[in-house]
């Protein structure tokens, strides 16, 4: 298994409040990215990134902003949560050329009141 | 738009049969079909693959089936265990785009009665 750490697991904050979520990688991965987990919907893609610095919006990137400063570390940030943002958040990573396969961390499930 | 979907929210079956867990997709650049596991409390982890020029991958008790034609991808489990009771995701990527991102399903919960 692929060792991806995500901080904090649990968090309850209110409306308006800034929020970092951090993912830690240690396979010298390439490719990270957070995804949101909601009822009915599955996952979906918020942000991705291919390298160090380089970065761009998935599907549901509005309300959300990304850094990637070091291969192993990726940052979520929610400038000003709302509600809306509730979910449980997953961040993954991926190596070589042809792996299809994501190894995801175990989860940060936020609370927006 | 879901270009992944898996219809079926839940599905029970009993110990020792077998399990079928469905997925159609809309997207015809997806080339690259995965299926995840999930605990509650944990992350997704992979379980099984298949690329859009096979039609079967088994491992193990595990096997999965791709339609191309019908856009649609099947997960055979047999004989299914209560230790296989998850969400399964069944999740596609595409060819043409340089992230290797997954695009998924909405999961169907499957509970194995002892």
């Known amino acids: 298994d692929a060792g991806i750490t995500q901080s904090p697991r649990h968090k309850v904050t209110e409306t308006g409040t800034p929020v970092t979520l951090r993912c830690h990688q240690t396979e010298n991965h390439r490719y990270m990215y957070w995804y949101r987990q909601d009822p009915g919907h599955g996952l979906r893609l918020i942000h991705y990134?291919?390298?160090?610095?380089?970065?761009d919006k998935g599907e549901v990137s509005d309300g959300y902003s990304v850094s990637r400063s070091k291969t192993e570390d990726f940052l979520l940030t929610l400038e000003s949560a709302t509600s809306s943002q509730t979910s449980v958040y997953f961040c993954?990573?991926?190596?070589?050329?042809?792996?299809?396969?994501?190894?995801f961390g175990e989860g940060s499930r936020l609370t927006v009141l | 738009d879901q270009q992944v979907k898996q219809n079926s929210p839940s599905l029970s079956v009993q110990e020792g049969r077998i399990s079928i867990l469905n997925c159609d997709y809309t997207n015809s650049m997806f080339d690259y079909f995965l299926w995840y596991k999930k605990y509650p409390a944990e992350g997704p982890t992979f379980l099984i693959s298949?690329?859009?020029?096979?039609d079967k991958n088994e491992d193990g008790r595990f096997t999965v089936f791709l339609n191309k034609s019908a856009k649609h991808l099947s997960l055979h489990i047999v004989p299914s265990q209560p230790g296989d009771s998850a969400v399964y995701f069944c999740a596609a990527r595409a060819w043409d785009t340089g992230r290797r991102a997954l695009t998924f399903g909405s999961g169907t919960r499957l509970q194995v009665q002892p």
């Open positions: 990134s291919y390298g160090v610095k380089d970065t």
């Open positions: 298949i690329s859009s020029i096979k």
């Open positions: 993954a990573s991926t190596g070589g050329p042809n792996t299809g396969e994501l190894f």
